[in-house]
């Protein structure tokens, strides 16, 4: 089987790392199977560490340093202490790599304090809830001439009290890529050689997606917090946020921060896990699909096959059937269960003897169309043929890095829904979206 085509989920899902969980969908009634903290039990404090000297206006020594703990709980035998510790030392990462000793360097430097200067550190919140916080922090630093900004992004898995980096998270390859075909946005930063506008220049671009790889491949993590580290990340609803930092020598020439974009068909299956509304999760549906179009990737079948699934299951117009006919059709792709899904808008019947890109995977599916024991056979495609060892994503809710976003098999769903199965065998066999099926019946 080839992995990159077919597999349980886009593979740019799977490596940039999702952080979601959930195998059967948890509603207010339906609880088994589910890991996901449906609400958000902590909170965030700002603290403030303030030191002051002035002998006279020309020689003033001030740092403010506003950094955030966490407060609330995450349950039984579980703290924030040491997500509250982490947080600390990359808000005092200016001055050393803990704040221990970074207080220490600090109420020293005050004492030899002879010309004017003032640092004020601040923070914003990416994203918070119970599995993790993303910040970036920013430095606005004068010392007796003009002064300087610098940001840096911070991820924190709140539960086992670790920083997120990088190598963690994603695959260099596939940033790269969308490094170089210019498939991010500019969050912050200054590089001495170029404005923000030259960002996505193609020579720019190449030099970014160098430099970011040789920074990831020698960046280190030990104790404490390197703000200069490419190893660094944040994260949102939408977007991967990397750092790198160019220096020359001892001279620190300026930084980026860019954000890749997560995908959001990822992130919709996900809401779908925890037990968001239809309708929300419907208006989302409608936001992807100008996207979708736009980044057609004809090599990633199951990512289509989804966003056709979904289709049938939103009830979308018959003019997105059309566009993703002429997607296929642009493409050179021939394939029976894509047809049979698309034909079903206009009431067309798909001839078995259409060639099926992927018998082995999907030709139960087939059975069920053209066989008479329907559900049996759809139920035989769940718990055989769906989720096994073949599949690309199989055991993703075990990896330590958060992929797993729901095992969901839309096609199911979608070709029931077409057949008007009476499915109600299926409602509690895993892996079956059977309130989507029904919406709106």
């Not at 993790?132 to 922090?137: D, E, M």
């Not at 004068?142 to 840096?152: A, M």
């Amino acid at each position: 089987m080839n992995k990159k085509i077919i597999s349980c989920v886009s593979i740019l899902v799977l490596l940039l790392g999702l952080a979601w969980s959930c195998a059967i969908r948890k509603t207010s009634t339906t609880k088994n199977g589910s890991y996901y903290e449906n609400n958000q039990t902590l909170q965030v404090k700002n603290e403030v560490y303030t030191l002051e000297r002035e002998r006279n206006e020309a020689n003033i020594y001030n740092v403010t340093i506003n950094y955030p703990q966490l407060e609330g709980s995450l349950g039984p035998n579980k703290d924030i202490n040491k997500a509250n510790s982490l947080l600390k030392d990359a808000a005092f990462s200016m001055y050393a790599k803990t704040y221990v000793e970074a207080v220490a360097q600090l109420e020293e430097e005050v004492q030899d304090a002879h010309a004017y200067a003032g640092d004020v550190i601040n923070y914003d919140i990416l994203q918070l809830d119970n599995d993790y916080i993303s910040l970036v922090f920013s430095i606005d630093s004068c010392v007796g001439g003009p002064s300087y900004t610098h940001q840096y992004p911070v991820t924190i898995d709140i539960e086992k009290g670790e920083y997120i980096y990088f190598s963690d998270f994603a695959d260099i390859d596939v940033v790269q890529q969308m490094l170089q075909s210019g498939n991010f946005e500019v969050y912050a930063g200054t590089y001495s050689e170029f404005s923000d506008e030259d960002a996505h220049d193609s020579d720019v671009i190449n030099l970014f997606a160098k430099t970011f790889r040789k920074q990831v491949s020698a960046g280190t993590t030990g104790e404490g917090f390197d703000r200069f580290s490419s190893q660094n990340i944040g994260l949102d609803q939408q977007y991967l946020y990397i750092y790198f930092p160019f220096e020359n020598g001892i001279s620190f020439h300026g930084y980026y921060i860019l954000g890749i974009p997560r995908n959001q068909l990822g992130i919709l299956i996900a809401g779908y896990s925890k037990g968001d509304e239809l309708s929300i999760l419907e208006k989302e549906y409608q936001g992807l699909i100008d996207d979708w179009e736009e980044v057609w990737e004809p090599e990633y079948y199951n990512k289509n096959l989804k966003m056709i699934s979904l289709g049938i299951l939103f009830q979308a117009d018959s003019a997105f059937a059309q566009k993703v006919k002429n997607m296929l059709k642009s493409s050179n792709i021939n394939d029976w269960l894509y047809d049979f899904l698309l034909d079903s808008w206009d009431g067309e019947q798909t001839e078995a003897s259409k060639e099926m890109l992927f018998p082995n995977n999907f030709s139960t599916l087939q059975k069920v169309v053209f066989q008479e024991n329907k559900t049996e056979l759809l139920k035989k495609y769940l718990k055989n043929d769906w989720y096994n060892k073949d599949c690309g994503c199989y055991e993703a809710h075990k990896s330590r890095q958060n992929i797993y976003y729901g095992y969901w098999s839309f096609e199911a769903g979608a070709v029931a829904k077409i057949l008007q199965l009476d499915d109600k065998d299926l409602r509690n066999v895993p892996y079956y979206p059977y309130d989507m099926v029904h919406y709106k019946d």
